[in-house]
């Protein structure tokens, strides 16, 4: 056998050889083109590469993750105003540092109770006061108010009713107008004398008894002189009856 039909079957094994090495780059290159389509294929959306899940034969249940919040995308407004879609709550709230602190019973601003119970005690006191010292002010008033009429009977008596017995000039016509009046003043002498006892304190008292005894003297000196009347001296005596009994009602009407 010639040297070149020895060689003639190492060239055939080498070139299987080369065929076999050809086909093998060409298939990782084909595996190659069809990656990298399928990479360029998955990040013409959202730039997420989306790669299938494995398959298991066996299920495992797996914990529940928290889903990430959803990323903003710009708005086609531009870079200036970018509007978000409201987020789930991820992550703890947070709250606001500047919350109004909670009431402190034991603050100022609160109330003892002793100081309530002393406003009570004292609207009690001043309830207890008024009832007892309106009454007396009112029964002190209506006094004083009785007294002035008293006192206006009493100048009645000065200044018109002696005036006239005095111009009556007999004794008979002096007895018959003292008969007319004689009553009302027996009146204002009652009058005085009740209002002695009901007087409210020892000062107006005394001014109803000093009123009501010149009242009395003046009644009873008029009386005497009507029992033995004497015509010459008959209109000085009820003159000096007369002023007496004005010096009387004068005092009584400064001690008011």
Partial sequence: MSDEQRGFPAVTLQCAAGHRRTRRATAATTATAVLLAVFLTSCGGDGSVDLPAPTRSISVGQPSRTASPALPTPSSGGLGSESQAPLGSVGPTSTPTDEAPASDPTDGSSVPSWVWWLVV???????????????????????????????NETGWLVREFLPQLQAAGSAEVVAGVWQVGAGRVTLVEDQLTRMESAAPDDARANRARVLRDAVRAARQRVEILLRSPDPATLPGELASIATQLSVSLAASARSS
């Fill in 121 to 151: 005690g004292l609207a009690l006191v001043a309830g207890v006061v008024a009832l007892v010292l309106v009454p007396r002010v009112r029964r002190r008033r209506a006094w004083e108010a009785e007294l002035t009429a008293a006192e």
